[in-house]
DNA sequence: CATCCACAGGAAGATCTGGTAG
DNA sequence: CTACCAGATCTTCCTGTGGATG
């Protein structure tokens, strides 16, 4: 027998560590929701409203990350549609990330779309589809409750706050139907960007998450990972450890779950039967690889070519100004033969490298010699050539043999 | 102490893609 | 086929500004 037959029979022979995987992904709603039963009560009786065919206020929750929010709402959401079914009630939901569908449209298009609504994804006047929209809502006689997760990403825009005040107050038009807006956020100061008529109707009823405690984390790791894992798979100190690493950070559930998730399949992909302390940390390292290493490569071509303007510049001097970035970053563009953005549209793009954590930026002043912004890199320049190199050819090409002293201007 | 550098970032609009409707 | 639509992307034009320097 070859060594590769060993090393397949060894793994599939192998008794693997997971008992049900599908519990650690991000959209499994589980039985209970520990530490979120007073938010529960508290959406629930809100909801209920409607199953005595009243008109349930329009909901307004915010609270951080990985809070419970989202789950919260697809636990009652799943709880009222069956209880709809068992006394034969009209109730749709409908449930829209806004992080995705981000404009006016996309977000008529999905919320039809979930309500079993058939439109066009474009090509309509956004007039024309809400009247669509609108009607068939009307002529499912039922209660409907909307949810716009992330609603955020909307309000940034000026245009989501249109189509939100007419969402919201959508039961004027309404003869047959009523619908409950709920909207989501985890962007605290967000209430300013909301338009003021749409705060007022949208936060009728206002639940807030607070972040999860190391204990309520410990409570809610270790209900998954009795679920997940085969007994004796996993240590309560290990656990511990997973729910202190995700406290310290942020408090949030979701990346508690991802670590305990990864941290299990390193566990696996080395055969061991237990997970440990160190299959742990291991995992904690590659998730934060992992997402920067994903975040470059998503970068769109032009951005690219931004970052790894500011990366060569980097490892000769710590002070990067805008000046100097568009100037390696049009050289570049030159040896790649890309047709240069301007420098308005470039600073857009280094606004969005701080977004994505990839860069940090300062506004300084240096009197005389003018006001700019001082960029610094948050990550290695190694793993910016690395990633790209890997990521696209044509760079690959430039940076093979590339010498710090190749990009002097 | 006014000046002026080197930009930041808002507003508006041009261009382009990918679509519907009749 | 033409007329039209939303939205992404980018440009053009613009006003605003912290502080070293003359």
Redesign the pocket.
Known sequence: MSIVDKIFDEVLNRKSIFKNRRVLSIDYVPETLPHREKEIEKLAKILATALKGGKPSNVFEYGKTGTGKTAVILYVLNKLIQKAKKYNLHFAAAYVNTRMY?????VLYKTATELGIKV????????DIFEKVLRRIDMLESFVVIVLDEIDYLVKKK?GNDILYRLTRINNELENSQVSVIGITNDLRFKEFLDARVLSSLSEESIVFEPYTVEQLYDILKQRAELAFIDGAIDDSTLRLIAALSARESGDARKAIDLLRIAGEIAEREGAEKITEQHVRMAYEEVERDIIKAAIKSL?H?EKLVLLAIALLFTKSKKV????V?KMYEKLCEITGT???????M?DF??DLETLGLVSCQ?V?????????VISLEIPSQTVFLVLTEADPLLAEILKDWSPFKFDT
Do not use: D
């Not at 981000?102 to 996309?106: F, G, L, Q, V």
């Not at 066009?120 to 007039?127: D, H, K, N, S, Y």
């Not at 047709?339 to 549209?345: E, G, K, N, S």
């Open positions: 981000n404009t006016p449209y996309k066009p994804r474009t090509g309509l006047a956004v007039a245009e769109p032009q100004t805008t000046g100097v568009k047709p240069p953005v301007t420098l308005r549209r600073n280094i606004n506004i002043s240096f009197g005389r010699y003018g006001r700019t912004k």
